[in-house]
């Protein structure tokens, strides 16, 4: 059963491809993303890494590791929050008028 990691406190040029590579000494990665921006492209500082095996032992020895001159923090990825603002009660909106009342 594969796990996924969140690697926070990442340097802003740290890649992909560097994420994969440091965490695949441990195990099998299936896969490794860098949040960027939207609308710059920019690293938001923080990615995660998907692994097959060898989860427990990566987060043993690269929380707390230093990567590209930053100490990483490492655990097990949470189901993202909603984030949803309150307000609204789930109504679209728009819709050009049409239809209303």
Same mark, same amino acid.
């Given at each position: 059963? &594969?796990?996924?990691?969140y690697v926070g406190n990442l340097a802003f040029a740290t890649t992909s491809d560097e994420l994969r590579d440091a965490f695949g000494e441990f195990g099998t990665?299936? &896969?490794?993303?860098?949040?960027?921006?939207r609308e710059t492209g920019r690293?938001?500082?923080f990615g995660f890494v998907e692994m097959e095996s060898g989860a427990e032992q990566a987060i043993e020895a690269m929380?707390?590791?230093e990567?590209?001159?930053r100490t990483l923090n490492v655990n097990e990825a949470r189901p993202r929050e909603d984030?949803? +603002?309150g307000?609204? +009660?789930g109504y679209g909106g728009g819709g050009g008028g049409r239809g209303r009342y």
């Open positions: 059963m &594969s796990k996924k990691l990665v299936t &896969s490794a993303t860098v949040i960027t921006d690293s938001r500082g929380n707390g590791k990567l590209g001159g984030r949803r +603002g307000g609204g +009660g």
